[in-house]
């Protein structure tokens, strides 16, 4: 009975770090000076392949599509104190891979890439960028470019103005999860 009870204590363990690391590194940015507004890219996520191989077979392995979606919250905020939220946006971007189904199946999943670029002046935007780029089974393995499919969600909010002071660029809250 006890080894049952350290052995579903182990298993409850384990979902946990696993569940964990299905999230992506958070950091919020922020710039003083003239602008002082913060930009945070939150809660990413990358949902399963939306189909698995039905069977698989050495001598005509079927080839399966499926889609993943990345999702984030893209959060500006006030960086002269407050910290308040001035602006958000959901985001959501759906990739295009490929399974080859032999005994041993290769998945050629979806590439994802979260990137923001931050407002030089009060009158520039911070920039946020959710992007998928394809990725498919060729004979010699996976192969993923631009050529082959992307897409992207991009959006944008203006900075903020200092209201005093200066400083340079400073990094704040830093939360990390691991990405798979």
């Known amino acids: 009975m006890r080894y049952i009870f350290r052995l579903a204590m182990f298993v409850l ?4 770090v696993l569940a964990v690391s299905a999230h992506a590194q958070t950091t919020t940015y922020c710039q003083n000076g003239t602008q002082c507004s913060c930009a945070n890219i939150n809660n990413a996520s990358i949902t399963p392949p939306s189909a698995t191989c039905p069977y698989t077979s050495t001598i005509s392995p079927p080839l399966v ?18 910290g308040a939220v001035y602006a958000s946006h ?8 490929q399974a080859h189904c032999t005994p041993v199946s290769l998945y050629c999943y979806p590439n994802f890439v979260l990137s ?11 920039r946020f960028y959710n992007q998928a780029y394809d990725d498919i089974y060729t004979s010699s393995g996976c ?12 959006w944008q909010c203006l900075g903020v103005a200092c209201s005093g002071g200066g400083g340079g660029w400073r990094r704040r809250s830093t939360v990390l999860y691991a990405l798979y």
């Not at 192969?143 to 991009?154: A, E, K, P, W, Y």
Request: charged share 10%.
């Open 13 to 16: 363990l384990l979902l946990s």
């Open 90 to 97: 959901n985001s959501a971007v759906t990739g295009y891979g």
């Open 143 to 154: 192969v993923s470019n631009s050529t082959i499919g992307f897409r992207q969600d991009f």
């Open 65 to 82: 599509n499926f889609t993943q979606q990345q999702t984030a919250t893209f959060l500006c905020s006030d960086g002269n104190g407050s």
């Open 116 to 126: 923001l670029t931050l407002a030089t002046s009060p009158t520039d935007y911070n």
